[in-house]
Every structure is written in C-alpha cells, then in structure tokens.
C-alpha cells in the first residue's frame, strides 16, 4: 500500500535535512581551502539535485552561482553512465558554467547501483590561466579569460585523472594554490554524497523521491502565490552599463516583465547586442538573476516565504524571451568574465526597476550596482613565487520605503565576505592603508541610500592589476523622488600624482603605487524632509 503524502512536518524536517548537505558541503569546502579568495571571502556555492538532475536543495551561498548551478549538472549528463567515485569537472560558459574562473563539480551518488542524486559545488578559483593574472581581463574572445574545461571526468570510480589536472595546473598561475582549492572542492563533494546517502538511508530511495517532488511542488505554489500578490500588467524598465571596456558607449539592457495570475515572463529584447568584449552574460547568468528577484519577492510578499526551500519549484512560474547574440545571451566565442560579475547586477537592477512600477511601496531604490572586482597579480619578490588575487568590494544598498540603505554591503548577486586585511598581507605583497566607509556617497531622500567602501592597496612588488567595475558614469537610480546614489571612482596614485583610472582597465603597477577604490553609493528613496523637520525613525 502507497504512503500518504507528506504531511507539513515531514515537509518542513526534510527540508532542512537536504539543505544542511549544501551547508555542510560549503563548510568543508571553506575550511580545506587554501586561497583567501575561497577560505576568507567564500566565493563558493554548493546545491543537491534529485536524479533527473532537478534543483532538490541548495545553501545561502552567492545567487549568480545558485541560480545557474541546474545547467552545469545539466551539462555533465551526457557523460552517463556514471559509477560511484565519479566527479565531473567543467567552467566553459557554453556548457554549463558561468565564466571560467568559477570551476564546478558534480559528482552523482548511488545507494548500491541506484542513482540517489548529484552534489555539486562551485568555486570561484583566483586564476585560471589567460592573458592576465586573476583570469579576469580586458579580453574579446573566451580563450583569453583561461583554460576553457567542458564537461569531463576528473576523478572516475574514485581514481583522479592525473592527466587532466596536470593540464589544468599547467595552464594556471599559482598551482599549488590552485591544487588546494581542488582538493577543497573534491573533500566538499565527498562531504555531500557521504551526507546524501544518510538521508537515503533514513528515508528510502522511494520514500526520499516522493519528499523530494512534494518539495519543489510546495516550492511552486508558494513562488505562484507570491507572483500572483503582484499587480497584473506589463512593466518595462532598461538601464545602462557604463561601457563594455573597449569603447566609451553605454550599454543598454531592456526588459518587459508580462506578471500574470502567478506567473512572471521576462522578456529581453532590445538589450544591446553581444559586445566584442566581456560583459556579455550567458543565459544561465540572466536567469539567475531574474531568479534571484522572484526569491526576494516570495521573501517579502508571502507569509513564511524565506523559509521556502530553494529549489526546481520555485523556477516553474518564470519564463524568457532572450534573443541569441545579445548581451543577455551571448553564444562561443565571446568572452564573459564580467558579464557574470557587472551585467548580472545590471540584469537584477532592472527587473526592479521594472517591479516598482507594480510594487512602489516594496521594491527599494537601486544599490551600488557592481561587484567592483579587483584582481592582482605578478611575481612575488618577497615570497620568490608567483600570486593571483581576486576579490569584490561592496558598496552601498539602495533605500527603501521602509528603511535606509545599508552603508559598506555586498548586494544582490554577490554574497561573499570581505577579505580581512590581515589575511591579504599574510598571503600577498600589497598591503591595504585605507579600508573605510565612504562618507557622503549614499543618496540623499526620505529614507537615504547606503554608504559605499574607500579601499586603497599599496604594492610591495611589481604586480599587474585588472579592475573591472560600473557605475562610474552612470549613478544607481532613485525612487519616489530621492536622490541618486554618488557614482564609484578608481584613482591611481604614483610618485605623488594621482590620476583617474577608468571603469573597466588593467594596470602595470610598480612598488608604491596606490590603487585608490571607492565604490557607489546606493540610491534614495522618497523626496527629502523639509530643513528643520526629524527625519523619520528606521
């Protein structure tokens, strides 16, 4: 005789039973690491698929990671048969990843010879080759961004394809480091499959599918339910990158949301074309971020709503026009190292900005609008060895009408921490002298916008420096009558002369030059209070 359906408790312990594999699968994966960038900034992201290779469960780790994790798992099934020790390694954008210093593994786990499910893990490795350290450049083509990895067998029935990660090592700066954050990833999907089958074990393979399909299922309803509170109608917003890095000409991105009776399409067209440069995004990126905005949206409209697992369900009610060759859908051989990082942020900014049309009263004003990404790299002279650095610095939150902005954060698409300045000198020859909130960069208005970051490097040894950030130009906008968030700057100092820097730039810097960083403000909401008048209480 079949068993019942699943009632609200078994529902609610499973799945927090599945999600603690993603969480714990992260923790392994952050305290094995051997870069700051994994182990200090966790740039990672880890999830849990059913055997069909549907979404089952992820971690609060970065959205532009989680959101197009299904399409790397994706990607590695036409690799099947598969056999217990498995692991599948892939970063080509084209199939299944998202740019190529974000490197993915999945590794599908059998109860005897049944396939329970995958786990996967997703890292963003400080360099992967290509023609400047950090794999990061002012590039055309995806080859010069690094090694290109479609989907393969790293490890098959539990024996490394030693050939295969010697060609990887080979081909990027920093090996050993690079070795580590490998191994990291490996130990984090041993740590998921070893957790998947306690579960498996718990419940039976049979039982756990049907908990599983009830979850996503719940997922759906609750993710309808939070589309339908939103007025139905058409909305449309367009806003602009700064550059793509090769011209001055501002880029635009369009969309026409279509919100209907719990279901939401997203149409892209009359974005700008792909552009000979790496802001394109593929269309694994731009659904992340659209997917990102209907999360926040199911947190914010439906009563319970941020504890609804993130899975399969909740991405059943969205729908896309994005037309080939555009910025939001870019095909081989474009590159695509900053249409991850910059053009997701875009790509979030307006879909909000379309939403608060329908939802004035919700949608906050526009945060900082980028990751601002900084990587570093060279021969180090004090160490005797090579260094590849990356990070994101954060900047200010947009207000709402609810509260003001918060002031020094990461917004939107990027989840990380910040790297401790003591951890960065320990590793790299640079040092930080100024690490600060940046005063007078939120925008001014009823509720004001958060405060960016002033973050200065000094160099300790020649080192090449790739900056690859927005809204320099063109300011976070404001809602409701507030003021824009202050636009970013990027300043060099060198031999007492400072010089602007622009958006998008690699540097060759020399001992005691200083890279000055100071990130957008986010934006205002609501028209000032008159001189004299408190403002109100947040």
């Known amino acids: 005789m079949p068993r019942s359906r699943a009632d609200a408790a078994e529902l609610g312990i499973a799945a927090a039973l599945f999600s603690s594999i993603a969480e714990e699968m992260g923790v392994t994966l952050g305290r094995s690491a051997h870069s700051p960038n994994t182990k200090e900034r966790q740039a990672y992201s880890c999830a849990v698929f059913d055997p ?19 399409t790397a798992v994706e990607a590695a099934m036409p690799l099947a048969p598969f056999a217990p020790g498995d692991i599948v390694i892939l970063n080509d954008p084209y199939l299944g990843g998202t740019h190529l210093p974000d490197i993915t593994m999945v590794s599908p786990v059998f109860v005897r010879r049944t396939l329970a499910g995958f786990v996967a893990s997703r890292a963003h490795h400080a360099d992967v080759g290509g023609i400047s350290p950090g794999s990061m450049p002012i590039a055309e083509e995806l080859i010069q961004e690094g090694i290109v990895i479609p989907p393969i067998k790293l490890y098959e029935r539990g024996r490394l394809n030693s050939a295969v990660l010697d060609l990887l090592l080979r ?10 954050d490998l191994d990291a990833q490996v130990a984090a999907q041993h740590t998921g499959e070893e957790r998947l089958l306690e579960i498996a074990g718990r419940y039976g ?12 299922d719940y997922a759906e309803r609750m993710t309808r339910a939070a589309l339908a509170a939103v ?4 909305y449309q917003f367009e806003d ?3 550059d793509d890095g090769t011209s001055e000409e501002p880029v635009p991105i369009r969309v026409r949301l279509t919100v209907g009776a719990g279901t939401l399409h997203c149409d892209f067209s009359g974005s700008a074309p792909e552009r000979p440069s790496s802001v394109n995004a593929v269309a694994a990126v731009t659904r992340s971020a659209v997917y990102y905005v209907v999360r926040c949206l199911l947190e914010a409209l439906v009563e319970g709503g941020e504890s609804v697992p993130a899975n399969d369900g909740c991405f059943r009610p969205v729908t896309f026009t994005l037309a080939k060759r555009s910025i939001v859908n870019a095909g081989p051989p474009r590159a695509v190292a900053a249409g991850n990082v910059e053009t997701s942020q875009r790509i979030v900014d307006v879909v909000l900005g379309a939403l608060a049309q329908a939802l004035p009263d919700l949608i906050p004003a526009a945060s900082a609008g980028t990751m601002n990404n900084v990587t570093i790299g060279g021969y180090d002279q004090l160490r005797d ?10 900047g200010g939150a947009g207000a709402s009408a609810r509260r003001d902005g918060l002031d020094a954060a990461h917004t939107h698409m990027t989840n990380t921490m910040n790297t401790p300045a003591e951890a960065l000198e320990m590793a790299y020859p640079f040092r930080l002298l100024e690490y600060a909130v940046r005063a007078g960069s939120g925008g001014a208005g009823r509720r004001r916008g958060g405060k960016g970051i002033v973050r200065t490097y000094e160099m300790l040894s020649p080192a090449t420096v790739t900056l690859l950030t927005e809204r320099r130009r063109i300011a976070p906008w404001p809602l409701a009558g507030g003021s824009p968030g202050v636009p970013g700057r990027n300043r060099l100092l060198r031999s007492g002369a400072e010089q602007s820097m622009p958006s998008k730039v690699r540097l060759e810097l020399e001992v005691g030059d200083r890279l000055i960083i100071e990130t957008p403000g986010g934006a205002g909401w609501g028209e000032p209070a008159p001189p004299g008048r408190p403002p109100e209480e947040t």
């Not at 393979?205 to 996503?216: K, Y």
């Not at 060895?385 to 954060?394: D, H, I, L, P």
Request: aromatic share 6%; glycine share 10%.
């Open 171 to 180: 081909n990027m700066r920093a090996p050993e480091e690079r070795r580590g």
């Open 240 to 242: 602009f990158l700064d």
């Open 52 to 70: 069909q290779g549907r979404l089952a469960a992820q971690a609060a780790h970065i959205p532009v990671h989680l959101g197009a994790m299904p």
């Open 385 to 394: 060895r090579e260094f590849a650095y990356y990070e994101t610095v954060g």
């Open 205 to 216: 393979l049979r039982r756990a599918s049907v908990v599983i399909g009830e979850l996503m």
């Open 231 to 234: 007025p139905q109608g058409k």
